[in-house]
């Protein structure tokens, strides 16, 4: 009997106002043979989360699709002036705090 370990993307989710791309890899590990088939031993799953900065060139070509699709350039500009927002610049947050 062979073991047999498959990777596949089984859930991508859009959420939120940015359009953060949500990805769910499942890792399933299977025994058996071809002829007989295989039984499924065990599964997991590995979560990540892509925002509109975010670099998608390792991604695979349906989550690149997806997020060319959803990444407008309202969401991208919106997405950067959240961070600038959110992480001011060294300078501005030193005044704030001598105030």
């Not at 989710?13 to 769910?24: D, L």
């Not at 088939?37 to 997991?44: A, P, Q, T, V």
């Amino acid at each position: 009997m062979a073991l047999i370990k498959e990777t596949q993307e089984d859930k991508i989710e859009v959420c939120g106002e940015y359009k953060a791309v949500q990805v769910r890899t499942a890792t399933v590990i299977k025994e058996g043979t071809e002829a007989k088939g295989y039984k499924e031993l065990s599964r997991s799953f590995h979560r990540h989360v892509l925002h509109p900065d975010s670099d998608i060139s390792g991604e695979s070509a349906e989550v690149q699709g997806i997020c060319n699709a959803v990444w407008t350039d309202e969401v991208k500009a919106a997405w950067e002036a959240k961070q600038v927002a959110d992480n001011p610049p060294e300078e501005e947050a030193e005044e704030e705090e001598s105030d």
